[in-house]
Nanobody, 116 residues
Framework: QVQLAESGGDLVQPGGSLRLSCAASGFTFSNYYMSWYRQAPGKERELVARISDSGRTTNYADSVKGRFTISRDNAKNTLYLQMNGLKPEDTAVYYC?????????WGQGTQVTVAS
């Protein structure tokens, strides 16, 4: 079955950096677009970044453009999110997501907290 396992969340000071990873299994990773979403307390889940199956095309939310970079390693079935210049408003649970054949699949999430 499809499994997505995020890791890399932590407490970091404003201006700091983190790299999130999402290990994927149970499907042909290289055939699917992948996304990162996040959900802050009391807010709806929002799309952060999306990457095409080949990795050549990426899209970002305006709030993270220029600070975050989504990437993937299809040989390792792993999705990444490099986050630089972190701000307190980036505090959220970050989720890995794939739209499979007729189904949504989500990881369990990893907590990112930006605070001094």
């Amino acid at each position: 079955q499809v499994q997505l396992a995020e890791s890399g969340g932590d407490l970091v000071q404003p201006g700091g950096s983190l790299r999130l990873s999402c290990a994927a299994s149970g499907f042909t990773f290289s055939n699917y677009y992948m996304s990162w979403y996040r959900q802050a307390p009391g807010k709806e889940r929002e799309l952060v970044a999306r990457i095409s199956d080949s990795g050549r095309t990426t899209n970002y939310a305006d709030s993270v453009k220029g600070r975050f970079t989504i990437s993937r390693d299809n040989a390792k079935n792993t999705l990444y999110l490099q986050m630089n210049g972190l701000k307190p408003e980036d505090t959220a649970v970050y989720y890995c997501y794939v739209l499979g054949t007729g189904n949504d699949y989500w990881g369990q999430g990893t907590q990112v907290t930006v605070a001094s």
